[in-house]
C-alpha cells in the first residue's frame, strides 16, 4: 500500500515532466517557425496542441485521485498541489506556443519586415526560464528556482526593447503596421511563458521549501 | 467536528468571493480611471494590488490546512481543488487590471486619440463575465457558467475589432502610435481577464457537475 502510494506520486511527476517537455518543444517550434518563415512547422504546432490538453486532464485527475484515496503528509501535500499549479502553467505555455505558431502563420503571408533582433534573444532567454524551472523541479533546486525569478525582469526588459524599436519602425513606415504588430503580440506572448516559468519556479520553491514566495511573501514574514 | 468542517467550507467560500470582489472593482475601477482620465483612480488600483495579493495567500494557506486536516468527500475535493484554481485566476485578474491602470497613468500624458468606440464595449462585457461567473460559483449555476463561456468569443472578436481600428489609426497618423499603442495593450488585458472569467466558469462545472470542460472534454466523453 505505501509502495503503491510512493510509485503514484513518482508517476504523477513523470507524467508532469512529460506534458513540461511537450509545452517546452511547442514554444521552441512555434518561434522556429517564426523565425524561419516555417509555415509546415507552425501548423504542426497548432494540431499538436491538443496532446497537451489531453495530457493536462489526465494531470489533473491523478491529482484528484491521490488527493481522494490518501491521506497525505503535509510535503507529500505540497508537491500534490505544486503539480496541479504548475500543470496549469504549461498547459497555458502551450497555448501561448499555439499563439505564436498563428502569428507565424500570418507573417509569412507578409513581406519580411526586418531582421528580427531583439525577438530571437528574448525568446532564448524565456525558453530558457521554461527549462530551467523544469530542471529545478526535477532537482528540487531551489536556487535555480529563485534564478529563474530574477529572469523575469530580464524578459519584461527586452521585450519593452521590442516594443520600442517596432513602434518606431511602424511610425517610419506605416506599410509595416500590421506585420510588425503580429511581432508586438509575439513578444506578449513569450513576455507570458516567461511569467509561467517565474510561476513554476516559485511553485518549486513552495514545494520543496515549504513557503510561498509569490507577491514576495518571504519579504513580509 | 464536522461541523466545524462544514463552517470551514464555508468560510473558504466566503474569503473567495470576498477575493473575487476585490479583483471585479479592481478592473471595473482601471477602466474608469482610463476612460475617464482618471490619474489618481488609476493610482488607487495600483496601491490596492497588495490586499489581493495577501487574499490569494491566505485563501491557499485555508486550502493547504483544509486538504492535510480532513479527509475530504469527492464533492468537497473538487470544490476545494476548485477554489484553489478560481483563487490563481482572480489574482491574475487583479494583475490585469494593474496593467490597465498603469496605461491608463501613461495615456493621461498624451492628448486624447479619440472617443474609445469599441473598448467599453469590450470592457464592460469582460466585466460582466467575471461578475457572471462569480454568480454561478455562489449560485452554483451552470447554465451560467455555461454562458459565460459562450461569451469568450464575442469579448476576442471585440478585441480584433479594436486592434483594426486603432491600427488604422496609427497608419492614418503616425503622431497617435504611441498613445494608441498603449490603447491596445488595455484590449490585450481585457482579453486575458476574459479569459479567466471563462477558467472560473469551467471550474464552476468541474466542481458542480463533476465534469471536466476544459478542451471540450465533455465533447470527448
Redesign the interface.
Known sequence: MERHFVQELEELKERLLWMGSLAERAVHRSVQSLLGSDAALAQQVVEEE?AI??M??EI??R??QL??LQ??M?TD??FV?AV??IN?DLERIGDQAVNIAQSALRVVQHPRVRPYIDLPRMSQAAEQMVRDSLNALVNKDTELARSVMLRDDHVDHLRDQV?REL?TY???N?SV??PA?EL?LVA?NLERIADHATNIAEDVIYMVAGR?V??H?LARR
Chains 1, 2 share one sequence.
Open positions: 491538443s490538453n489531453q493536462q486532464i489533473d485527475d491529482v484528484l488527493l481522494a491521506q497525505l503535509a501535500l505540497r498541489l496541479s499549479r496549469a516594443f513602434l511602424m511610425m517610419e506605416s503596421v500590421f504588430f508586438i506578449k510561498d509569490r507577491h511573501a
